[in-house]
C-alpha cells in the first residue's frame, strides 16, 4: 500500500536531491546553481485534430528545453492524460544532470501531449504528432533540441516526427533531429537495449568496487526485477547472461517467483502468448509488493516512479537497488535505504543508457554512419563503467570529507555532485552572457 510520500511533486523531488549535492559542494559560484534549477523555456501549444469520427478535439502538448549549456537538448515524447507542464519540466531537469553525468553533449529536455495513447487510433496518432511537431516548429531541430521516445511512443511516432520536420525543411539531413528512429530509418542498432543493458553494465562494475558478502561479478546473485517492459526483461536477461539468477520478475498483472531462477525465454513466450508473466508453469505467483521485499541480493525496480516509499523501504531485504525506473524511490525511501546500508545505484546513472545510444544514433546520422549492434553496446559498457567507477570514488571522497551532522553523501549525491560540477564549470568557461 503506498504511503504520503508517493505523491511528492517530481520537481520538489529533483530540487531536493538537487540541494542535497549542493550542500556538499561549497566551493561553487554563488548564483551559478541557480541558473540549473530553472528551465529555460516551457513552450505550451493548443491544436485541434479531426479524428476517425469526423469530431475535432484540442490537444495540449509542452516541450521544455531545461539547459544548452552542454549542447543541444535532449529528451523524450510522451502521450499520456496526465502529462502537465510541470511534470515536463521536471523529467527535463533530469534529462540535463543525466546528460551532464554520462558526458553527452546534450542539455535537457522533454515533451509531451496530453492525450490517452491507448484509446487513440494509429491515424489519429499520426495526426496528433505531426500537428504537434509542426506547433513546436524550430524549437526543435538536429542542433536545437532532439526528441526521442517516451511513455507511449515509440518508434512509429519517432519516424512521424521525421518525416513531418523534414516535410519542413526540405533538402537538408534532417536525420539527427530525432532519435529511437526505425533501424530502416537511421535508428541506432542495440537502442532498445540501452538502457537495460547499460543499468548492468554500472551494477557489474559497482561489484567490482564493492563486493557484496564476496560476489566480485553478477555469477551466482540472486536478482528481483519490476518490471518486463524494456527496461526490466532487457536488465534481466543481461544479468542471467552474467551467470545471475532471476529469481523474481514482474509485470502490471503481478509477479512470478522461482528460487533455483527463471527461464526468461520461457517468461518471455509466457508473455507473449497470454499477455501477462504470472501463470508460467513452475513458477509461484506473488504480488508486485511481495517482489520488492524479496530476500535477493539485487532488486531492480525498473516499472514506475514511488514503488518504495516510507510505507515498505524498512521490509526490502535487497543488498543493492538499481533504479531502473525513472525515480522507483520516494525520497524516504531513499533516507530509509541509506540508514539501513543498502545501497542504491540512482536513476541518473543506472537508466542513463538510453540517452548515450541515443547520442550514438545521433553522431551516426550527422556523419551518415551505421554501427553495429556489438559497436554500440560496447562503447555503452565502457562508458556506464567509468561513469559508475567516477560515482562510486566521488561518493568516497565526499564521504571521507563529511563533517558536518547532516545527512552523509550517497551514491545519488556523488552523481548530483559531478553533474552539477561538469555544468558549473562550462558555464563559466563560456562566460556569462553578454
Ligand atoms: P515499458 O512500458 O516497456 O515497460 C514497463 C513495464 O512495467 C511493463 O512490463 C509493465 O507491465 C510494467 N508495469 C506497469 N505497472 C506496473 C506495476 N504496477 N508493477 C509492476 N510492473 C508494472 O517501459 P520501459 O521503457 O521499460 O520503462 C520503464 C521505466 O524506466 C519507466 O519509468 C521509464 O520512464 C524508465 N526509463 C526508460 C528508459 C528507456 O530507454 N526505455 C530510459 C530511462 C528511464
Known sequence: MSTADTRISPLKMRQAQFRRAIHHMGHLKRGVVD????????LSVCFPVEMDDGSVRVFHGYRTLHSTILGPGKGGIRYHPKVTAREVEALATLMTWKCALIRVPFGGAKGGVACDAKALSEGELRRITRRYVAELGDNIGPHTDIPAPDLYTNQQTMAWVYDTYQALHPGENNLPVVTGKPLDLGGAEGRSEATGHGAISALARYLELHPLD?????????????GFGEVGRVAAERCAELGARVIAISDSSGGILARDGLDLAAVRQHKAACGRVDGLAGTTTIDNETLLTLDCDVLIPAALANQIHAGNAADVRARVVVEGANAPLTPQADRILQERGI??????????????????EWVQNLKNESWTRAENLARLDARMQDATAGVVGRRDTLLAEHR?????PDLRTAALAIAIERLSRVTLERGIWP
Open 35 to 42: 541558473f540549473f534549477l530553472r528551465p529555460k523555456r516551457t
Open 214 to 226: 564476496g560476489h566480485r561479478t553478477l555469477a551466482g546473485c540472486s536478482v528481483a526485477v519490476q
Open 343 to 360: 545501497p542504491v545505484l540512482p536513476d541518473i546513472l543506472a537508466n542513463s543508457g538510453g540517452v548515450v545510444v541515443s547520442y550514438y
Open 404 to 408: 558536518d551532522r547532516q545527512r552523509p
